[in-house]
């Protein structure tokens, strides 16, 4: 599975993006699918995942403010983020595991997955 980002860039603070993640083949049914950030100094975090079912999950950080969503129909994962801060600088990779949804949650907290695949990245910079 090929992942590309895109939609990343540089907004003021309360501003909003939508950053999109195109899959190279058909992923819903099988994978995990989720936005992880890495700022720079800091360890890589999660950030929320869709998983097969659709279920959701987000990280503390950005509740209530990001939804991921996807377009089956279209190998697309979405990540709209809102009342952007400051502290959600950071490069911002998309990821697909095949994982059920206790796994995919325990990826989501940092706990490594097999055969995951990622993205290049796309900065976000918030000012």
């Known amino acids: 599975v090929q992942l590309v980002e895109s939609g990343g860039g540089s907004v003021q603070a309360g501003e909003s993006l939508t950053l999109t993640c195109a899959a190279s083949e058909h992923t819903y049914s099988i994978y995990c699918m989720a936005w992880f950030r890495q700022s720079a100094g800091n360890e890589r975090e999660g950030v929320a995942f869709?998983?097969?079912?659709?279920?959701?999950e987000y990280a503390e950080s950005v509740k209530g403010r990001f939804t991921i969503s996807q377009d089956n129909a279209k190998n697309t994962v979405f990540l709209q983020m809102n009342s952007l801060k400051p502290e959600d600088t950071a490069k911002y990779y998309c990821?697909?595991?095949?994982?059920?949804?206790?796994?995919?949650?325990?990826?989501?907290?940092?706990?490594?997955?097999?055969?995951?695949?990622w993205g290049q990245g796309t900065q976000v910079t918030v000012s």
């Open positions: 869709i998983d097969r079912s659709g279920a959701t």
């Open positions: 990821a697909a595991a095949p994982l059920g949804r206790p796994a995919c949650a325990l990826w989501l907290r940092g706990i490594p997955a097999d055969n995951d695949h």
